[in-house]
């Protein structure tokens, strides 16, 4: 692994994790994730975030520092725009290597390395409008932009280069491999980080996109060149393509998003597939586009792009002991804790011995905001009336969509 140069003194070292493990302990990453660190070097020399031993990451970091002929004990100072542990798990044995390093965060994150890692010295605080001069020069600043998304978290800039690192924000899943930067990767390529890019989005980060849209404001006068996360492709070509891209993402907060329903749905015996067979129908009259995700088969992560990127949502479930069935309870506990607002949705399920799950559904979505077409239930399998009622429903919900 070598780093990859972005401008004169400026560069970009990476890990490439390849893992079974679930990001943050949720998300599944098949295609892996990269944890991106910067060095920005002048008379001193600013390492840029951090990693956490995760599948040798640490040692990848080290190949690319030695082929630009550093070592962790070399470094002056380390910047840390954001504290998850996937960006500075490691720091306890940074600090061992290199004891003289000052360490450089916002307030709130100084307090998070004497929380997290018991360090307490060559510590420095920083907020919007302080800098950091390297000499030769290399003068780093800093952008405080909390809740991305964490509360601690910055954006650091390097005018000369007009690199903005931004950590979490601008970032994707998915491993680079050799390569770094935009123009370096395929068509089919971009394709699929921009997937990514929408699944981390809605995964991490769309609780928080108001705080995406006042970053960008913050950050609007700066002559940006680059844009370099620390997750996924650093931008060079085009970095105002992923910022004009988050900020369609942070848009679809609370409001309108793709002309397009995301059909979610479990069924214990088949009974409630009956219904949801009957509502697509109804939907493909009407010409509107939908995707289909069954729960508990694929997992949330994937449910919960789907949900956030499209206008309207079908759930469908059956009752299960007086209840929503247990995989669909857990998909609306994701949907609320991640702020899936503002949608247009029909619920709709059958069930045995008894209902439940409406009441118990209806409780569950109070906070959610949504525009509800009367929920419809049915005992065991669907009559033809039920069938015609059903896909009348689901046109009626594509109308809607329509309208907006």
């Known amino acids: 692994m070598k780093a ?26 098949p295609d892996g994730v990269s944890l991106n660190a910067y ?31 550093l070592d962790f004990s070399r470094i002056d100072y380390l910047i840390l725009n954001h504290l998850e542990p996937d960006h500075t798990g490691w720091l306890r044995e940074f600090r061992k290597q290199n004891p003289g390093a000052e360490i450089l965060a916002t307030a709130k994150g100084i307090n998070l390395v004497k929380t997290f890692y ?3 010295t060559g510590l420095r605080a920083v907020k919007d409008g302080d800098t950091l001069d390297l000499g030769g020069g290399k ?33 994707s899943f998915g491993t680079l491999g050799d390569r770094v930067f935009d123009d370096e990767f395929t068509e089919t390529e971009h394709v699929f980080f921009e997937d990514e890019g929408l699944r981390y989005f809605a995964n991490i980060l769309s609780s928080f996109a108001v705080f995406v849209e006042k970053a960008v404001r ?15 492709p650093v931008w060079r070509e085009n970095p105002q393509k992923i910022i004009d891209r988050y900020l369609k993402y942070a848009s679809w907060a609370g409001g309108p998003a793709e002309k397009k329903i995301a059909v979610i749905w479990g069924s214990m015996y088949g009974q409630t597939k009956e219904g949801v067979d009957a509502v697509i129908r109804g939907i493909e009259k009407e010409g509107i586009p939908y995707v289909v995700r069954r729960v508990p088969d694929e997992n ?20 299960y002991e007086y209840a929503m069935f247990p995989p669909m309870s857990y998909v609306l506990d994701i949907f609320r804790r991640k702020h899936i607002y503002g949608k247009k949705v029909l619920r709709i399920g059958s069930w045995g011995w008894a209902g439940g799950a409406k009441k118990d559904y209806e409780a569950a979505i109070e906070a959610l905001k949504w525009t509800s077409i009367e929920s419809y239930e049915w005992p ?25």
């Open 118 to 120: 018991k360090v307490e």
């Open 4 to 29: 990859q140069t972005i401008a004169e003194g400026v560069y970009c070292l990476h890990a490439d994790i390849q893992t079974t493990d679930l990001f943050e302990g949720i998300w599944p990453i």
């Open 218 to 232: 913050k950050t609007a006068g700066l002559d940006i060149k680059i844009v370099a996360p620390s997750h996924g």
């Open 139 to 171: 003068v780093l600043g800093f952008f405080e932009t909390p809740n991305i998304h964490w509360p601690e978290t910055m954006i650091t800039w390097e005018p000369v280069s007009g690199t903005l690192f931004t950590c979490d924000a601008f970032g």
């Open 300 to 319: 949330v992560s994937w449910v919960l792009t789907d949900a956030y990127r499209c206008s309207g949502i079908v759930l469908a479930m059956p009752t």
């Open 39 to 69: 060095v920005v070097r002048g008379e001193k020399t600013a390492l840029i975030d951090l990693v956490r031993d995760w599948t040798g990451a640490p040692q990848q970091l080290a190949d690319c520092l030695a082929s630009i002929g």
């Open 380 to 404: 065991g399998s669907p009559t033809e009336e039920d069938l015609k009622m059903l896909e009348a429903k689901g046109a009626e919900l594509a109308r809607a969509l329509k309208a907006e």
